[in-house]
């Protein structure tokens, strides 16, 4: 009989926590190419929207579109990508990528070939994760 991998969304936060609440979690991802990438992670362990009541669903997809605000806001990048695959990873997830014209896949998805080559950025800066933190909190209420 064949078992089930662990979870490891189940198992771990997935990235710097920046805001969470009963339902979901807003992290920071460690991408150097891509500044201010973040996901949103549903706590409980589903694997589609579908799953969730429609109060849920709604909840999910405010705490998105608030992360895809604050990184307007902040980064004022040309675009930002959603996207919400779990083919990997089969836990319920949203990508939140800020996307700038000129960074290694553009206009392409992140996940495809690189389409210039670009120098590394470092990760975030504490600055940025603070920034972003705090402006998750005044739009979404404190972290808890």
């Given at each position: 009989m064949l078992t089930a991998e662990p979870c490891e969304l189940c198992s771990q936060d997935g990235g710097e926590v920046l805001?969470?609440?009963?339902?979901?979690?807003?992290?920071?991802v460690a991408d150097p190419d891509y500044q201010g990438?973040?996901?949103?992670?549903?706590?409980?362990?589903?694997?589609?929207?579908?799953?969730?009541?429609?109060?849920?669903?709604?909840?999910?997809?405010?705490?998105?579109?608030?992360?895809?605000?604050?990184?307007?806001?902040?980064?004022?990048?040309?675009?930002?990508?959603?996207?919400?695959?779990?083919?990997?990873?089969?836990?319920?997830?949203?990508?939140?990528?800020?996307?700038?014209?000129?960074?290694?896949?553009?206009p392409n998805p992140v996940w495809g070939p690189r389409m210039r080559e670009h120098p590394a950025k470092k990760p975030v800066d504490i600055d940025t994760a603070r920034e972003l933190r705090a402006a998750l909190a005044t739009t979404l209420g404190s972290s808890g």
């Open positions: 805001w969470r609440d009963r339902h979901c979690r807003v992290v920071l990438y973040c996901r949103v992670i549903w706590n409980a362990h589903v694997k589609e929207m579908t799953e969730l009541t429609a109060g849920e669903r709604r909840h999910c997809m405010d705490v998105v579109l608030a992360v895809e605000a604050q990184l307007h806001g902040l980064l004022t990048p040309d675009k930002v990508n959603l996207a919400s695959f779990g083919n990997m990873t089969p836990h319920l997830h949203w990508h939140v990528i800020p996307r700038f014209a000129g960074d290694p896949h553009f």
